[in-house]
């Protein structure tokens, strides 16, 4: 019965949620989500396919005499469902008996427990995640030389600057599927209608220009979204610790906050908002569905990332999980190219293939037929050449790990939980400013304050401490293990912050005589 409920929704609906015609509000596509999420779950413990139903030869997550692959994934049903299309017919999936793909899309805290019950593959999310599985012990090494043998040639080790493959002592745990650039989208009608200045960098946003009630930027939970962790990271390293903060709370002061990068996205693209936090296939994905919209690198302030995929630790059937993971980084380059889709691939020579009439009705509605890749996707293969060319910054991806979960927890409880106060405080200095009863030097004054790190009592010391890189690094393992040191800590940011906040606000009552 949950099979059938889930071929229905999945499988007839396959873009609910993400579909450029639903036009629903948000919180019915939250609840569409979330019970896409509970019905995949629940379909992979009925079935079988992860602890239980074991097979005559002993594993797990088979169907009849062939072979159930068990997918954890942050790709959307879009993805999941052109994928499982692609591949089932493919010759590899004939070869290697693979009857069958279950994908579990959930949040990265629930990772390790998919994966201890037998996952057999991860792939989406970013190489944080991957970096985070790889650290806890969940990733097996890629063994498979067809893979292995992809490397440095039609793979690269290396873009921009940055590891598309994570080797330690030799061994290969993960390799990216596919490619990301980070910036924001904009959406030029709202823009205009607001009369705000076209932004080209994050700078750009931490403005009074941008301070409006309400807010016109967007930006993402980063506990709940690996792109605007990536962001946000990005941000700390262009401008180093203590003015990337402060360019960071501003930026939250006049943004809206959304629990999730893909309903920024949805704001831009609705109009609700006039920018936000977008990866760039987000932003894609925007331009194709309102021609008002427009996605920006901001120049020489972003990277180019490599998306993961990686074989699990537990899984049941590693010969035919590193077969997938072959064809993903070979002909299942082509998913990336539907126009629902529009990402990046790794592999440039998908550009160069030619478009099936299977994979046209597949990918392109029929369309294409005979063409490559490159023909039918123009659009693509002309971003693909400007990110591949793009200057990024010098990222340092192994010193954004040792504080990555220190700085998502700081930035929630801070920026986020918050975020009212700090944006009523912001906005009554600019006003003020503006309406000249404070000066140019009382308004920096303000700003500074506002900006400045927080001064907390460190729960082991019982000592005052503000929350630098050093610090950061130094809580990194135990604020994401610990329950109660994350609770303690994070309420004690929460508080500072407010009480900063409501600070700098009775000193702007003073200034100005209220």
């Known amino acids: 019965?949950?099979?059938?409920?889930?071929?229905?929704?999945?499988?007839?609906?396959?873009?609910?949620?993400?579909?450029?015609?639903?036009?629903?509000?948000?919180?019915?596509?939250?609840?569409?989500?979330?019970?896409?999420?509970?019905?995949?779950?629940?379909?992979?413990?009925?079935?079988?396919?992860?602890?239980?139903?074991?097979?005559?030869?002993?594993?797990?997550?088979?169907?009849?005499?062939?072979?159930?692959?068990?997918?954890?994934?942050?790709?959307?049903?879009?993805?999941?469902?052109?994928?499982?299309?692609?591949?089932?017919?493919?010759?590899?999936?004939?070869?290697?008996?693979?009857?069958?793909?279950?994908?579990?899309?959930?949040?990265?805290?629930?990772?390790?427990?998919?994966?201890?019950?037998?996952?057999?593959?991860?792939?989406?999310?970013?190489?944080?995640?991957?970096?985070?599985?790889?650290?806890?012990?969940?990733?097996?090494?890629?063994?498979?030389?067809?893979?292995?043998?992809?490397?440095?040639?039609?793979?690269?080790?290396?873009?921009?600057?940055?590891?598309?493959?994570?080797?330690?002592?030799?061994?290969?745990?993960?390799?990216?599927?596919?490619?990301?650039?980070?910036?924001?989208?904009?959406?030029?009608?709202?823009?205009?209608?607001?009369?705000?200045?076209?932004?080209?960098?994050?700078?750009?946003?931490?403005?009074?220009?941008?301070?409006?009630?309400?807010?016109?930027?967007?930006?993402?939970?980063?506990?709940?979204?690996?792109?605007?962790?990536?962001?946000?990271?990005?941000?700390?390293?262009?401008?180093?610790?203590?003015?990337?903060?402060?360019?960071?709370?501003?930026?939250?002061a006049n943004s809206k906050v959304y629990e999730a990068s893909d309903a920024v996205r949805d704001a831009v693209i609705n109009g609700e908002i006039a920018a936000g936090n977008t990866i760039d296939f987000y932003g894609y994905t925007a331009m194709k569905q309102n021609p008002n919209c427009v996605y920006v690198i901001p120049a020489g302030e972003s990277i180019i990332n490599g998306d993961p995929i990686a074989l699990l630790k537990y899984s049941k059937h590693p010969e035919a999980a590193q077969a997938f993971i072959y064809w993903v980084l070979t002909e299942g380059q082509k998913v990336w190219m539907s126009p629902d889709i529009n990402r990046l691939p790794i592999n440039p020579e998908v550009f160069n293939m030619t478009i099936t009439e299977e994979e046209a009705k597949v990918l392109f509605k029929g369309q294409h037929v005979g063409e490559t890749y490159a023909q039918a996707a123009p659009a693509l293969y002309k971003a693909y050449k400007l990110s591949i060319s793009s200057k990024g910054i010098p990222f340092d991806d192994a010193r954004a790990l040792k504080t990555v979960n220190s700085l998502q927890y700081y930035f929630k409880a801070t920026l986020v939980d918050v975020n009212g106060p700090l944006h009523q405080a912001w906005m009554a200095i600019v006003k003020a400013y503006k309406e000249g009863k404070i000066t140019e030097d009382q308004f920096k004054k303000l700003e500074d304050e506002l900006t400045a790190p927080i001064e907390f009592k460190d729960p082991e010391t019982g000592k005052m401490v503000t929350f630098t890189e050093e610090y950061a690094a130094k809580i990194n393992d135990r604020i994401a293990t610990d329950a109660g040191f994350q609770g303690q800590l994070m309420d004690e940011w929460r508080s500072a912050a407010q009480a900063k906040y409501n600070k700098v606000l009775e000193e702007l009552n003073k200034m100005i005589g209220s």
């Open 1 to 252: 019965m949950i099979s059938f409920f889930l071929s229905t929704l999945v499988f007839r609906q396959p873009f609910i949620g993400i579909d450029e015609n639903f036009n629903g509000d948000d919180t019915m596509k939250r609840f569409i989500g979330a019970l896409l999420v509970i019905v995949l779950g629940l379909s992979v413990v009925a079935s079988g396919c992860i602890g239980g139903g074991k097979s005559s030869s002993g594993g797990t997550a088979t169907s009849g005499q062939g072979i159930t692959l068990v997918i954890v994934t942050r790709h959307d049903a879009t993805i999941q469902y052109k994928v499982k299309q692609l591949f089932l017919q493919s010759d590899i999936a004939k070869q290697y008996h693979i009857k069958d793909l279950k994908f579990i899309g959930v949040p990265e805290a629930l990772w390790p427990s998919y994966i201890k019950k037998g996952a057999d593959v991860g792939w989406g999310g970013g190489p944080t995640l991957f970096d985070d599985m790889y650290k806890m012990g969940y990733l097996a090494p890629i063994t498979d030389q067809k893979i292995l043998s992809l490397i440095g040639k039609q793979i690269p080790k290396e873009l921009a600057g940055m590891p598309m493959v994570r080797e330690e002592n030799g061994k290969v745990y993960w390799i990216a599927a596919a490619l990301s650039s980070f910036g924001f989208t904009v959406n030029k009608e709202i823009l205009k209608k607001q009369n705000l200045p076209f932004p080209k960098k994050w700078e750009d946003i931490a403005t009074p220009d941008w301070a409006r009630d309400p807010q016109m930027y967007g930006i993402a939970d980063p506990t709940r979204s690996t792109s605007n962790t990536r962001i946000y990271q990005i941000i700390l390293q262009a401008f180093g610790w203590d003015k990337g903060w402060r360019i960071m709370t501003l930026i939250a």
